[in-house]
Protein backbone atom coordinates (compact mmCIF):
# COMPACT_ATOMS: atom_id res chain seq x y z
CA UNK A 1 0.00 0.00 0.00
CA UNK A 2 1.21 3.36 -0.64
CA UNK A 3 0.14 6.48 0.77
CA UNK A 4 -0.03 9.99 -1.06
CA UNK A 5 0.49 13.32 0.83
CA UNK A 6 -0.10 16.49 -1.03
CA UNK A 7 0.58 19.66 0.15
CA UNK A 8 1.11 23.56 -0.87
CA UNK A 9 -2.53 24.81 -2.26
CA UNK A 10 -4.04 27.98 -1.00
CA UNK A 11 -5.69 31.26 -2.02
CA UNK A 12 -3.89 33.24 -4.72
CA UNK A 13 -4.41 36.06 -6.89
CA UNK A 14 -4.53 35.19 -10.51
CA UNK A 15 -1.28 35.56 -12.27
CA UNK A 16 0.29 34.22 -9.49
CA UNK A 17 2.36 30.75 -8.55
CA UNK A 18 1.79 27.84 -6.41
CA UNK A 19 3.94 24.77 -5.87
CA UNK A 20 2.17 21.37 -5.21
CA UNK A 21 3.97 18.49 -3.36
CA UNK A 22 3.34 15.31 -3.51
CA UNK A 23 5.17 12.52 -0.92
CA UNK A 24 4.76 8.70 -1.06
CA UNK A 25 5.34 7.03 1.84
CA UNK A 26 6.98 3.94 0.64
CA UNK A 27 10.33 4.24 -2.10
CA UNK A 28 8.80 1.77 -4.22
CA UNK A 29 6.35 4.87 -5.62
CA UNK A 30 9.71 5.96 -6.97
CA UNK A 31 8.92 3.08 -9.44
CA UNK A 32 6.14 4.17 -10.57
CA UNK A 33 4.66 7.07 -12.78
CA UNK A 34 3.34 10.00 -10.61
CA UNK A 35 0.45 12.03 -11.99
CA UNK A 36 -1.89 15.06 -10.87
CA UNK A 37 -5.85 15.47 -11.13
CA UNK A 38 -8.21 18.05 -10.13
CA UNK A 39 -11.45 18.27 -9.61
CA UNK A 40 -13.15 21.61 -9.60
CA UNK A 41 -17.07 21.63 -8.36
CA UNK A 42 -19.70 20.16 -10.42
CA UNK A 43 -17.01 18.66 -12.67
CA UNK A 44 -15.11 15.38 -13.26
CA UNK A 45 -11.55 14.80 -12.01
CA UNK A 46 -9.46 15.85 -15.16
CA UNK A 47 -6.01 15.22 -15.84
CA UNK A 48 -3.50 17.46 -15.10
CA UNK A 49 0.17 16.43 -15.49
CA UNK A 50 1.93 12.95 -15.43
CA UNK A 51 5.82 12.10 -15.41
CA UNK A 52 7.30 8.85 -15.71
CA UNK A 53 9.22 6.74 -13.13
CA UNK A 54 12.64 7.78 -15.33
CA UNK A 55 11.60 11.55 -14.49
CA UNK A 56 10.84 11.91 -18.56
CA UNK A 57 7.95 11.64 -20.49
CA UNK A 58 5.69 14.25 -18.74
CA UNK A 59 2.82 14.85 -20.34
CA UNK A 60 0.41 17.71 -19.64
CA UNK A 61 -3.31 18.81 -20.45
CA UNK A 62 -3.48 21.16 -23.03
CA UNK A 63 -5.30 24.07 -20.49
CA UNK A 64 -2.41 23.82 -18.37
CA UNK A 65 0.23 23.28 -21.05
CA UNK A 66 3.34 26.06 -21.20
CA UNK A 67 2.11 27.56 -17.23
CA UNK A 68 2.57 24.37 -15.24
CA UNK A 69 5.38 21.55 -14.91
CA UNK A 70 5.92 18.28 -13.22
CA UNK A 71 9.39 17.09 -11.79
CA UNK A 72 10.31 14.30 -9.42
CA UNK A 73 12.72 15.05 -6.25
CA UNK A 74 13.34 11.04 -5.80
CA UNK A 75 15.43 11.17 -2.67
CA UNK A 76 12.50 12.65 -0.97
CA UNK A 77 9.84 10.45 -3.07
CA UNK A 78 8.02 13.23 -3.81
CA UNK A 79 6.60 14.45 -7.02
CA UNK A 80 6.01 18.53 -7.43
CA UNK A 81 3.85 20.33 -9.66
CA UNK A 82 4.93 24.39 -10.29
CA UNK A 83 1.89 26.37 -11.36
CA UNK A 84 2.53 29.78 -12.70
CA UNK A 85 0.52 32.41 -14.54
CA UNK A 86 -2.63 30.48 -12.12
CA UNK A 87 -6.41 31.31 -13.48
CA UNK A 88 -9.65 31.63 -11.85
CA UNK A 89 -10.70 28.24 -14.00
CA UNK A 90 -7.50 26.61 -12.46
CA UNK A 91 -9.46 26.86 -8.85
CA UNK A 92 -10.07 22.94 -7.99
CA UNK A 93 -9.25 20.24 -5.76
CA UNK A 94 -5.74 18.57 -6.79
CA UNK A 95 -5.14 14.89 -6.57
CA UNK A 96 -2.09 13.09 -6.54
CA UNK A 97 -1.78 9.72 -7.67
CA UNK A 98 0.64 7.02 -8.21
CA UNK A 99 0.27 5.00 -11.57
CA UNK A 100 0.36 1.12 -12.04
CA UNK A 101 3.67 1.11 -13.48
CA UNK A 102 6.38 2.98 -14.78
CA UNK A 103 4.61 4.83 -17.31
CA UNK A 104 1.06 6.17 -16.95
CA UNK A 105 -1.01 8.49 -19.46
CA UNK A 106 -4.01 10.91 -19.33
CA UNK A 107 -6.45 8.22 -17.93
CA UNK A 108 -7.32 7.97 -14.74
CA UNK A 109 -7.52 3.64 -15.04
CA UNK A 110 -3.75 3.71 -15.09
CA UNK A 111 -3.42 4.98 -12.02
CA UNK A 112 -3.65 2.98 -8.58
CA UNK A 113 -2.95 5.11 -5.42
CA UNK A 114 -4.37 8.78 -4.64
CA UNK A 115 -3.65 10.96 -2.36
CA UNK A 116 -6.66 12.95 -0.03
CA UNK A 117 -6.20 16.13 -2.51
CA UNK A 118 -5.13 19.63 -1.57
CA UNK A 119 -7.36 22.53 -2.45
CA UNK A 120 -6.47 25.55 -4.81
CA UNK A 121 -8.62 28.59 -4.93
CA UNK A 122 -7.75 31.19 -7.65
CA UNK A 123 -9.54 34.72 -7.49
CA UNK A 124 -9.86 37.35 -10.41
Known amino acids: QVQLSESGGGLVQAGDSLRLSCTASRRTASNNAMGWFRQAPGKEREFVAS????????LYADSVKDRFTISREYAKSTVVLQMNSLKPEDTAIYYC?????????????????WGQGTQVTVSS
Open 51 to 58: IAWSGDNA
Open 97 to 113: AAGLGPYAGKDRSGYRY
